[in-house]
């Protein structure tokens, strides 16, 4: 059974950091592409950040600020956030496909006040 896991979400002032992690149960991450997106209130769910073996990309929103990253050894997947905005508020998901099912988390909530 595939299960993703988030953490690391929370309360931070704009200009803050925060380290979200989506651990793996039931896949090997390290064969599969990775991918965070958000939700924000009354918004659609957008794509923040993908891995794909060796090879990242990133929302323009987001360049410079977030980097997705792995550890195959502990089978997680990370986002660090920096330079935290308002506009980054929202919940955040992790997500990967294994043999053409999506499976995500169940989202980690990030609020960064003014």
């Known amino acids: 059974q595939v299960q993703l896991v988030e953490s690391g979400g929370g309360l931070v002032q704009a200009g803050g950091s925060l380290r979200l992690s989506c651990a793996a149960s039931?896949?090997?991450?390290?064969?599969?592409?990775v991918d965070w997106y958000r939700q924000a209130p009354g918004k659609q769910r957008e794509l923040v950040a993908a891995?794909?073996?060796?090879?990242?990309r990133y929302a323009d929103s987001v360049k410079g600020r977030f980097t997705i990253s792995r550890d195959n050894a502990k089978n997680t997947a990370y986002l660090q956030m920096n330079s935290l905005r308002p506009e980054d508020t929202a919940v955040y998901y992790c997500?990967?496909?294994?043999?053409?099912?999506?499976?995500w988390g169940q989202g980690t909530q990030v609020t960064v006040s003014s």
């Open positions: 891995i794909r073996g060796g090879s990242t």
């Open positions: 997500h990967t496909v294994v043999r053409q099912n999506d499976y």
């Open positions: 039931g896949i090997i991450f390290g064969f599969l592409s």
